[in-house]
């Protein structure tokens, strides 16, 4: 955890992620776009910096503990888990299909490196806030995290907010939760399908210490995430603001992304969007 | 003759009697003190789900989660992802009645040995009335993969079911009752999970049991007795996994069945019998329990009378069946 990568090199650990995200949604036919590209920077932190866990001993018992709530986005966390060696970069294209480790929804039974399985989204946080109470309350282990990140549309869900009191009431200092902020939920704007704001002031309200950054900047990220752990008298939020689509200009800010993957003439542009930064970069054969 | 020796005082009018709940909380404060990783977790219903008697003894162990269902059995989940071996309480009509589907997939899906007890099941709980008195739970729960099903039959059973969950590694629905009930076990009355015991032998019909109505059963066997009609009784605290064998095997004998609960007859553990049956002996089957109604607010004692769930009504329809309908015998 911590120092190794440059903030060059996790950027383009992000930008492998999102390849990676499109070609397996490509492949699979079904699954969600908008929501694992917007968090590929924040994946690229997590996998590459922010996580104290060792891909090829993925229940090793000191590790930090990743949960994905919005089980959706789990193309993301696949392709971060493959990119830092949980498994070889082929089965990606196992997405989805009869068979595989790699479900629609994560399974924790399927896929070692999974802490959970979700995708009825609500329940991430509790399942997190039950390990950090272990962890700190009965079992009094030091230097151990456990981070849990959430959808926007999925605090809708009342099971957060029991979570959160919960949390607030024990002052679970190594409860780290991370919002997506995409603003973008199934039946359009979060605003307008089940307004969220003032969000800040409703975590400060539940006795948890709120941070409200740049989701799509690995830096904030890392940055947040070493206030977080340095809150040592009650949970931490991060608010992460990120563009839905992030890296595709066609796929950025447009909510119908939610839940649909690219065919493959939009897989192809998507990825020479990636490829060039949105057009910034011309390659020499164009 | 049956070896599960029962207590020998089972018919007297004295006969002791204790509240199903009060044996889980003496065996979840037994399994606390065998084992340093169970903790206890309840919904604000300390006391009368009896998980107080754990809550005193180890109260780092034990968690307040407040009038928050689906939190209890998702926060226990987590607990059992590092190690822990849970045990959540509430009343059955709110775990598993209002948090099924957390259940569902942060259990059952997860396969997490969180041990999910539902208290107060069954219309004897009274006067709170038909949102109190969970008849579905049974029903519910048998149908999740993964999921072991038990309902005691008495205090002496519970406790001992409780010890023996804290031991086993799957997720679980342990169903309490909260009015006294006679005992008819005894503590050298064997019980492991996934057994029926044959408690009567008899020769004309099986009743099966399950939880609070096995005692019923075994009064009505009695009656029937002296119109000279002999009567199995088999308690089935494990719906699932059932006991196939043990339950074929009285039923080869009989050739009659007749299944009692303390909830919705269909769905729950007269389903399960049914579905056994007509896969493997299709026979004729009286099943007992509520007929697809909700309850309502009474006495207990009125409010089994009123929906037939007693030994007087399982004597007269034990009875009618036996003079109406042959033995089944197999090989049609």
């Known amino acids: 955890m911590g120092g190794k990568l440059t903030t060059k090199q996790l950027n383009e650990k992000a930008e492998i992620i999102r390849e990676d995200i499109i070609t397996m949604l490509e492949e699979a036919g079904s699954g969600h776009s908008a929501g694992p590209l917007g968090l590929a920077d924040i994946f690229a932190a997590l996998y590459f ?40 970069k082929d089965e990606l294209m196992t997405l989805r299909k009869l068979g595989s480790r790699l479900q629609g929804h994560p399974e924790r039974e399927k896929l070692p490196g999974l802490e959970t399985t979700s995708g009825p989204l609500g329940s991430g946080l509790s399942q997190a806030a039950g390990m950090a109470y272990v962890l700190e309350k009965i079992d009094n282990i030091k230097d151990q995290w456990v981070y849990v990140v959430m959808g926007d549309g999925e605090l809708d869900e009342g099971n957060i907010w029991e979570a959160a009191m919960f949390a607030g009431k024990n002052k679970l200092s190594r409860l780290i939760g991370i919002i997506d902020r995409n603003n973008i939920q199934i039946d359009g704007p979060t605003e307008t399908v089940m307004p969220l704001e003032d969000l800040k002031g409703k975590w400060e309200s539940f006795g948890w210490h709120v941070q409200e950054i740049d989701g799509n900047n690995i830096e904030s990220v890392i940055d947040a995430t070493a206030i977080a752990r340095s809150t040592t008298n009650r949970p931490s939020v991060i608010i992460a603001h990120t563009i839905p689509g992030k890296g595709v200009d066609f796929m950025e800010y447009d909510y119908t992304w939610h839940g649909k993957p690219p065919n493959h003439e939009q897989a192809k542009e998507a990825l020479a969007k990636l490829r060039s930064l949105n057009g910034k970069i011309t390659g020499e054969h164009e | 003759m049956s070896d599960y020796l029962l207590n020998p005082k089972l018919h007297d009018q004295d006969v002791e009697q204790e509240p199903i709940r009060a044996g889980f909380g003496r065996g979840l404060k037994t399994a606390g003190e065998q084992n340093e990783q169970v903790v206890a977790l309840c919904a604000d219903l300390t006391d009368s789900t009896q998980m107080s008697h754990f809550r005193d003894a180890f109260p780092d162990r034990f968690v307040e989660i407040g009038v928050a269902e689906q939190n209890l059995v998702t926060v226990a989940s987590g607990m059992a992802a590092m190690g822990k071996i849970p045990f959540t309480s509430s009343y059955a009509a709110f775990s598993p009645g209002r948090n099924w589907e957390q259940i569902r997939t942060t259990i059952c899906l997860n396969n997490q040995p969180v041990k999910v007890v539902g208290s107060h099941a069954g219309v004897s709980v009274g006067p709170d009335g038909a949102t109190h008195q969970m008849l579905e739970d049974i029903a519910l729960m048998r149908v999740l993969p993964n999921m072991v099903v038990i309902a005691p039959g008495d205090s002496v059973e519970a406790e001992k079911a409780t010890r023996a969950l804290a031991n086993d590694n799957r997720p679980a629905y342990l169903r309490l009752a909260r009015e006294k009930t006679p005992i008819f076990s005894t503590n050298d009355s064997p019980f492991e999970i996934g057994k029926a015991y044959v408690l009567r032998e008899g020769r004309d019909i099986t009743l099966l049991g399950t939880g609070t109505m096995t005692y019923q059963l075994l ?10 009609i002999e009567a199995e009784v088999v308690h089935v605290p494990t719906i699932k996994p059932l006991d196939d064998e043990t339950i074929l095997a009285s039923l080869r004998k009989t050739g009659r069945a007749l299944t009692a609960e303390e909830g919705q007859r269909s769905g729950g553990f007269g389903g399960a019998v049914s579905e056994l049956l007509s896969s493997k002996l299709p026979m004729p089957l009286k099943r007992i329990g509520m007929r697809d109604r909700f309850g309502e607010s009474g006495d207990p004692t009125e409010l089994l009378q009123k929906f037939e769930l007693t030994s007087d009504s399982i004597v007269y329809k034990a009875r009618t069946f036996v003079h109406s309908i042959p033995q089944y015998r197999q090989g049609f």
Request: hydrophobic share 45%; net charge negative; with cysteine.
């Open chain 1, 49 to 88: 910096d922010i996580l104290n866990i060792d891909p090829k001993n993925p229940a090793w018992p000191n590790r930090d503990r990743l949960l994905l709530s919005n089980g959706h986005c789990v193309p993301v966390q696949y392709a971060a888990m493959a990119e830092a060696g949980f498994f070889e």
């Open chain 2, 219 to 228: 009064v009505a066997a009695d009656v029937l007795a002296q119109e000279g």
